[in-house]
């Protein structure tokens, strides 16, 4: 896969985020993982999001999901659109919402494994096989 850089994926996680936001929605963490295991390989992106007011669990529409994939991809780099669409050589985005307080779970494992509590910072990236099952391990239903 192309190297779509952690910038190029900030600047599409703002604009989902006002898709988000005018579903009544707010992303609270995420990360992403290249998952090559398929082919072709393709960005999985994991969500944990909100309700704008309340605590209640998040009610995901379908709708409004696939067009957060849509925007992310289409705020890509034209190289990343390029292999995606022309060449078919990046399978298509997919994105996982976990519940709620999975990304403080991450923090403490990364706490356990040595990782100041004070300097913390979720990373943007993941290959870690142990951090993916915590991660898949907490998809919301």
Request: glycine fraction near 4%; aromatic fraction near 10%.
């Amino acid at each position: 896969m192309e190297a779509t850089t952690e910038e190029d994926l900030l600047k599409a996680l703002n604009h989902a985020s006002l898709v988000l936001e005018s579903a009544g929605l707010m992303l609270m963490g995420f990360t992403c993982y290249s998952d090559i295991s398929t082919l072709p390989g393709h960005y999985v992106l994991y969500w944990e999001l909100k309700a704008n007011n309340s605590n209640s669990i998040v009610k995901l529409d379908d709708k409004v999901m696939v067009e957060c994939c849509c925007v992310v991809e289409k705020s890509f780099d034209i190289l990343y659109r390029s292999f995606r669409s022309k060449y078919g050589s990046i399978g298509a985005l997919e994105v996982r919402v976990v519940q709620q307080e999975t990304f403080n779970s991450l923090m403490e494992y990364f706490i356990s494994k040595g990782a100041s509590a004070t300097q913390y910072k979720t990373p943007i990236c993941i290959n870690s096989p142990e951090v993916l099952a915590i991660l898949d391990g907490q998809i919301a239903k």
